[in-house]
């Protein structure tokens, strides 16, 4: 199996920023793909952005140009890097990893527990 830890979350204003981090650990060897998910009060679970070993990167259309996502292969972990920051961004966001390389909807089979984002008017 495979582990995935969240870190960076809070509480921030609109405008600002926050980087995530996402730490995997277990069956690596498992995993091409891995990406950030979000899910707010009363929505349903959106993918904000993956990426696959080969470096091909999805975004969703809400965060193109405001949020970025990288991965540090060496170190196992996987960030989301998010600029410009909206009150609509206020969600908890969950990495993910999958064993395609494909970065669409549905390639997570792998969960973290999932982090608070809160973004204040």
């Known amino acids: 199996q495979v582990q995935l830890v969240e870190s960076g979350g809070g509480l921030v204003q609109a405008g600002g920023s926050l980087r995530l981090s996402c730490a995997a650990s277990?069956?690596?060897?498992?995993?091409?793909?891995m990406g950030w998910y979000r899910q707010a009060p009363g929505n349903q679970r959106e993918l904000v952005a993956g990426?696959?070993?080969?470096?091909?990167?999805n975004y969703a259309d809400s965060v193109k140009g405001r949020f970025t996502i990288s991965r540090d292969n060496a170190k196992n972990t996987l960030y989301l890097q998010m600029n410009i920051l909206k009150p609509e961004d206020t969600a908890v966001y969950y990495c993910a990893a999958g064993r395609s390389y494909g970065v669409g909807a549905g390639f997570a089979d792998y969960w973290g527990q999932g982090i608070q984002v809160t973004v204040s008017s």
């Open positions: 990426i696959n070993s080969g470096g091909r990167t």
């Open positions: 277990g069956y690596i060897f498992l995993v091409n793909a």
